[in-house]
């Protein structure tokens, strides 16, 4: 039997998803939690391995299992099992054929930003900040240009191991509200940093520093180091992952809430 899990956690107190020796990281408490319910070893594929620090919201997950159980059991059985700051938010039975990674059509990240002079309190860790002043619109304007398909090598980290470089972004919205701008992405799939390389270019030109056309010509470069500061993670969620609908799972949330932002 396969079942595939959401999962959400906060990515501050970890080192990343995969696995690794000596850090804390998520892919070995969810594996060991499920395993408890299944009381059988379980080893878990995700649809995406976020980085040090990031965040989630909307991770899938796909695992095997001998065991039967109900969708509830899978979903309030490991998180009996988990720390606080990872949690299982919903359960499927999915069919054999049901890849998290590779089923997926596209996944969807958030960028958050407190853009205000106070630092955040409740939030810290958990959005980034930046107190000098933001301008949304000549933040969006430079977004257009890397909308589409594109060579994302600037966007890329140097030790990225992705075996091309080319994405397509379906959706690069700005929105701004209440002191924060999010920054919405989907694509067909991401390169390692691309999220965090791609606020990084629009925070510069949101400050004035560079104009927006720098995006287009960052792209064309493809050259990572005139691709400016990589964002911090702090502010980096993983919010959805699209697959065609004869696998029956949960649509993720069009509108994500974030600290100080209502759309």
Wanted: charged share 20%; hydrophobic share 45%; glycine share 8%.
């Amino acid at each position: 039997m396969r079942i595939a899990l959401g999962i959400e956690y906060d990515g501050q107190a970890f080192s990343g998803w995969q696995t690794q020796v000596g850090v804390r990281t998520v892919q070995p408490l969810v594996e060991a939690a499920v395993s408890r319910v299944a009381d059988e070893p379980v080893t878990v594929q995700c649809a995406g391995r976020t980085d040090a620090g990031v965040h989630a919201t909307g991770q899938v997950l796909h695992f095997d299992t001998g065991a039967e159980r109900s969708p509830r059991a899978w979903m309030l059985g490991p998180n009996a099992h988990l720390a606080s700051d990872v949690a299982v938010t919903w359960a499927r039975a999915v069919a054999p054929d049901f890849h998290a990674r590779f089923s997926a059509t596209a996944r969807r990240y958030c960028y958050v930003i407190s853009n205000r002079a106070a630092r955040p309190g409740l939030w810290s860790g958990r959005i980034t900040w930046e107190p000098r002043s933001l301008d949304a619109a000549r933040m969006a304007e430079a977004a257009r240009f890397l909308l589409g398909e594109h060579d994302f090598t600037s966007f890329r980290a140097k030790g990225c191991q992705a075996k091309h470089p080319v994405r397509t972004v379906h959706r690069l919205d700005v929105l701004c509200q209440d002191g924060s701008i999010v920054l919405d992405v989907e694509a067909n799939a991401f390169l390692q940093h691309m999220v965090r390389n791609l606020a990084g270019v629009l925070m510069e030109i949101g400050m004035g520093r560079r104009e927006p056309v720098w995006a287009a010509e960052v792209l064309a470069a493809r050259e990572r180091a005139l691709g400016g500061v990589t964002a911090p993670a702090s502010g980096l969620y993983l919010t959805g992952v699209s697959y065609p609908a004869r696998f029956g799972l949960p649509v993720s949330d069009p509108s994500p809430r974030f600290p100080g932002f209502r759309s």
